[in-house]
């Protein structure tokens, strides 16, 4: 199903996101997954409200993280990296403590469109999603084909709010709600 743009009444506003590559090995030089994202963030008509890269440390992830979600010009976070299965991904256990409503559906859609393309193979994905503090939050795979994935298929489509029948940009505003 493709998702359908609105006409007039719908404009497109642009987001301040920030996008986190977890990687004990990766460099700004050799960071694909991050340069990715960041490619497709941009050119979608976002802007890029910092880049960071964090070792598979659940602390620093969850302190990186929790600076962006305090930070009001930060409307969207994007992670890459560290949801597998092995002792040293833990990107789940840092951010799930810091959302408020964890966005089931994201982690469950992106497993279905991965098994066409690798089968089986995608149940070994802990991909997330959740809001934190008013802001989005999405927990990606750090493959750069789960990236250009999951920004393609799924979040480019949620952060347009020219997206119909909805999308999370225009529910933003309620967020915060008590």
Same mark, same amino acid.
């Given at each position: 199903m493709e998702m359908a743009h609105g006409g007039g009444d719908r404009t497109f506003l642009p987001l301040d996101i920030?996008?986190?590559?977890?990687?004990?090995?990766?460099?700004?030089?050799?960071?694909?997954?991050?340069?990715?994202?960041?490619?497709?963030?941009?050119?979608?008509?976002?802007?890029?409200?910092?880049k960071a890269i964090e070792p598979d440390d659940r602390y620093r992830i969850r302190a990186t993280v929790s600076r962006w979600i305090a930070d009001p010009g930060v409307q969207a976070v994007i992670t890459t990296g @560290? *949801?597998?299965?092995?002792?040293?991904? +833990?990107?789940?256990? #840092?951010?799930?403590?810091?959302? %408020? /409503?964890i966005i089931e559906g994201f982690g469950e859609l992106f497993r279905s469109l991965s098994y066409q393309d690798i089968g089986t193979s995608t149940l070994q994905s802990r991909a997330t999603a959740g809001?934190?503090? @008013? *802001?989005?939050?999405?927990?990606?795979? +750090?493959?750069?084909? #789960?990236?250009?994935d999951?920004? %393609? /298929?799924?979040i480019v489509h949620q952060l347009d709010a020219r997206t119909r029948p909805c999308?999370?940009?225009e529910i933003m505003p309620r967020f915060l709600e008590r």
């Open positions: 920030a996008v986190l590559t977890v990687s004990d090995s990766r460099t700004e030089a050799d960071d694909k997954s991050g340069k990715a994202l960041v490619e497709r963030l941009t050119a979608a008509g976002h802007r890029l409200a910092e @560290g *949801t597998g299965l092995t002792g040293r991904d +833990g990107t789940p256990e #840092a951010l799930e403590p810091l959302f %408020d /409503k809001v934190a503090n @008013g *802001t989005i939050i999405f927990s990606l795979p +750090g493959s750069s084909g #789960a990236c250009r999951g920004w %393609d /298929k799924l999308n999370l940009v």
